[in-house]
Every structure is written in structure tokens, then in C-alpha cells.
């Protein structure tokens, strides 16, 4: 599987796994919610226990942008 999402809230966080080069510049902003994978690729922890602010903040961080967040509406939050 290339690509993992997870509805959090009203936000849904899609990890594309073939962009992730493990910088885990998301996981320096919010180890809560993501950790690196036996792979080195990032996967959720438990992004449901992280503010909306801190989870935003920590899908921008990706210097690949591996992390997109869309709101409901469908609007692209991140990046």
C-alpha cells in the first residue's frame, strides 16, 4: 500500500508513503501522533490526542510534503 489516511476530527490526513524519506521533521513537532515504521516511512500513533493547531503544524513541517490534510469540505490545508 502506497498511500495510509486517518480521519481525525474534522480533518483527514492522508501519508504518501512513496514521498516519505523519513526526515521525521513531523514526529520533531508531534511525537504523539506520528513515529517512523520498521521501514522508516511515518505512520500514526495517535493523532486524535494532538490539537488541531499541533497536528496542522506538524503535516506543514514535512520537507517533502508526504503529509496532506484536507478539511471536510475538502478544502487542502496541508501543504
Not at 480533518?11 to 513515529?35: K, M, N, Y
Amino acid at each position: 500500500m502506497s498511500d495510509v489516511q486517518r480521519s481525525v476530527g474534522e480533518l483527514t490526513i492522508l501519508v504518501d508513503r512513496t514521498l516519505c524519506v523519513g526526515f521525521a521533521q513531523c514526529i520533531d513537532e508531534s511525537p504523539e501522533a506520528f513515529d517512523l515504521d520498521d521501514d522508516g516511512i511515518v505512520a500514526f500513533v495517535a493523532p486524535e490526542t494532538v490539537s488541531r493547531d499541533d497536528l496542522l503544524r506538524a503535516c506543514a513541517a514535512c520537507p517533502v510534503e508526504a503529509l496532506v490534510v484536507t478539511a471536510k469540505s475538502g478544502e487542502r490545508l496541508v501543504p
